[in-house]
């Protein structure tokens, strides 16, 4: 199983994954990204990542699995710049929506690139609410860029250790599936938010409502990356 793990980014998403797998895998040593320092010393408080830096070029050159958190727009470069930063051989992997636009990074003969993508998660933003809960139970997509290549049983096997359940799509596959079942939802409560402005007022507001509106508190900039 990996032994030295990166992670970049430490929002709701990226906390979510370092608290997991200190709590599966705490002999693993744990490297967190993030440009925030709250962000960083809350991490390390918590215990989710042994130490937190400011940017890739800080992390160790010798890791075993790298995972990118990041929003969807930064993740193409996050990839590359840990490819040219990491010497060791290794696997990288990301969190993001979408997976097509990343199935081409160029990486080192001895790198691996399988992306994933949690279906499970929030609305909300930042490490103040991350936590174990978030990834409970749900279904973990693997899309591997090299099916064949033999990370990927690993990869499986150790997404599988955190209690949560593997599944293996291509890209294609992956993305037109996420788009009818996240990314139109997504939308759709957007759209619904914006036309019950002014009349949603609170002795007319059922459970029917906020419940067709949640998703719309995520980040805009999310839905501006997904749409692209």
């Known amino acids: 199983m990996y032994k030295r793990i990166g992670i970049v980014g430490l929002g709701v998403m990226g906390g979510s994954l370092a608290a997991r797998i200190a709590q599966y895998y705490p002999d693993t040593e744990r490297y967190g990204v ?3 320092r709250t962000t960083q010393a809350r991490a390390c408080d918590n215990g989710w990542v042994m130490a937190a830096v400011s940017s890739i070029s800080a992390l160790p050159t010798a890791l075993d699995l790298v995972i ?4 969807i727009a930064q993740v193409r470069v996050a990839l590359i710049e840990a490819s040219e930063h990491i010497q060791s051989p290794v696997t990288f992997s990301d969190i993001a929506s979408v997976k097509t636009p990343f199935m081409s990074v160029p990486l080192k003969a001895n790198q691996h690139y399988i992306g ?4 499970m998660g929030s609305e909300k933003m930042g490490i103040e609410h991350a936590g174990l809960q978030i990834l409970d139970s749900g279904q973990y997509v693997v899309v591997p860029q090299v099916p064949e290549c033999p990370a990927v049983p690993l990869f499986i096997q150790w997404i599988a250790g955190m209690a949560m359940n593997p599944v293996v799509l291509d890209a294609h596959a992956h993305d037109q599936g996420v788009a009818l079942t996240s990314h ?18 609170d002795p007319v507001v059922g459970p029917g409502l906020r419940d ?6 995520h980040d805009p900039v999310w839905g501006v990356a997904v749409c692209r």
């Open 116 to 119: 994933g993508h949690p279906m």
């Open 184 to 201: 139109i939802p997504y939308l759709m409560a957007c759209l619904t938010v914006g036309a019950t402005q002014g009349h949603a007022v």
């Open 212 to 217: 067709t509106t949640r998703v719309a508190a």
């Open 34 to 36: 993030d440009p925030d």
């Open 68 to 71: 990118v958190c990041t929003p």
